[in-house]
């Protein structure tokens, strides 16, 4: 879907309009016949032609038009043009996940022989594709350090293909430097340089302005933001756009449009969400950083971070993920998770709702104990994605439960 194909039909609205945060609230699709208000969900996989002629010239690409909802729809057309407008991208696709998102940005691509250059610091499935399915292909990777600058530039080779990583990254919230990835493209620019920025969110970080020629987002996290529906979504440059879009008709993982309609929705308050997300979790981070049962709080906007000064040069905020060690283990740790009484522990992040994990034991249970340590996990690691609940009542669980579990009273 092309950004230009832009569905605001009302000129008064696009006049007076000079901020993104303006263009996301009014972007919507066509208003119908019965003049609603609010945009309805458009629940059909097909779309009828007014002749033969048209259905012609639709299909021959002469005239545009949606034609099937695997392809296009309006509600998913919606919620693609918005996050067109929060990345400052030429145009975008939706997905039925994150995962297909992130699949789609790799085998829309890649083929037998090529290669990828990976930050090592990846989402779990993104690392199971590079390791165990893309092989099975003929593509290989290597892994480096995103922290790393010289390591990214030693590890491209002739048959590089794509540039893929994730900043900040889960659960040890390292950072990429994005200027020095988006100067690294330019030397390279036969190279795809992909970020999946889901865990900053376009509120806080847009790749595309450094030279990215795609940012990926699973929309299940802070996007839909209260953990209801999954959904997918990648933005860019309009050339590698229309070869996704290839790919995606002839393989199907099209998002429906309920779920595009929950999003786009969503997408209206994104940027209040994050700025509560953001002063929540600073607020926690700063606590937990003088709390004696907690060592090696992580948090970017945390000037204890090894990265402080490149974290307030690119983004906005430090985001809405805090990571810290309890001390004594895994053993408390789990005590710890038990503890709490208001956070509960569930595999999601991004909802409003404050969320505990212990990455060792799920997310990243797989790894052997080395390569967790080498992402910052060590056994009594904790993830906390910071909710939009009042702070003092999110501090407050936390610190009783520490209290709950201590050896003293444990
Ligand atoms: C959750 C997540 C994904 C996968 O998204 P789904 O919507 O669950 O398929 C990919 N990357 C990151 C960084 C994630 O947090």
Same mark, same amino acid.
């Given at each position: ?55 012609? &010239? ?46 789609? *940005? ?44 010289? &390591?990214?530039? @030693? ?13 900040? *990254? ?93 999003? /786009? ?19 926690? &981070?700063?606590?937990?950083? @003088? ?9 970017p906007f945390?000037? /204890?971070?090894?990265?402080y000064d490149l974290a307030i040069k690119q983004m906005k905020a430090g ?32 909802? &409003? ?58």
């Amino acid at each position: 879907m092309n950004k230009s194909d832009s569905f605001i039909t009302i000129e008064r609205e696009i006049i007076q309009m000079k901020k993104d945060q303006s263009k996301i609230i009014r972007e919507q699709a066509p208003r119908s016949a019965s003049r609603e208000h609010s945009v309805p969900l458009y629940l059909t996989s097909s779309f009828i032609f007014d002749n033969a002629e048209q259905g012609r &010239a639709i299909f021959a690409e002469e005239e545009s038009g949606m034609v099937y909802s695997r392809y296009a729809n309006p509600n998913t057309a919606e919620f693609i043009n918005k996050v067109c407008i929060m990345e400052d991208a030429e145009a975008g696709l939706a997905f039925s996940s994150g995962m297909a998102a992130v699949f789609a *940005s790799f085998a829309g691509f890649i083929g037998q022989g090529d290669h990828i250059v990976s930050a090592r610091a990846l989402f779990g499935s993104t690392h199971q594709l590079l390791t165990q399915l893309f092989p099975r292909w003929g593509v290989t990777h290597t892994y480096v350090d995103a922290v790393d600058n010289e &390591a990214w530039e @030693r590890a491209i080779q002739p048959n590089t293909k794509i540039v893929f990583l994730e900043s900040p *990254s889960n659960p040890g919230l390292e950072l990429a430097d994005l200027a020095f990835l988006g100067a690294l493209k330019e030397k390279h620019p036969h190279v795809i340089f992909a970020i999946d920025n889901c865990f900053a969110t376009p509120y806080l970080q847009k790749p595309l302005q450094y030279g990215f020629d795609l940012s990926i987002h699973s929309a299940t996290k802070y996007m839909d933001g209260q953990g209801r529906v999954l959904g997918g979504v990648i933005v860019g440059k309009q050339d590698l756009i229309d070869q996704l879009m290839f790919f995606i008709r002839h393989t199907g993982p099209a998002m429906s449009p309920f779920n595009a309609w929950v999003l /786009s929705k969503s997408l209206d308050t994104l940027s209040l969400r994050m700025e509560r997300h953001c002063s929540n979790a600073l607020a926690l &981070a700063e606590t937990l950083e @003088r709390h004696p049962e907690i060592t090696d709080v992580k948090y970017p906007f945390l000037p /204890s971070h090894p990265q402080y000064d490149l974290a307030i040069k690119q983004m906005k905020a430090g985001g809405g993920i805090v990571t810290f060690e309890v001390k004594g283990g895994a053993t408390r740790a789990f005590r710890f998770l038990d503890a709490l009484r208001m956070i509960l522990y569930t595999s999601n992040l991004g909802d &409003a709702r404050s969320i505990a994990t212990h990455p060792g034991s799920t997310t990243h249970s797989k790894l052997s104990e080395e390569e967790r340590l080498s992402l910052g996990i060590k056994p009594g690691s904790v993830r906390l994605s910071v909710g939009i609940e009042d702070k003092d009542d999110i501090i407050g669980d936390i610190v009783q439960a520490l209290e709950v579990s201590s050896d003293k009273n444990g």
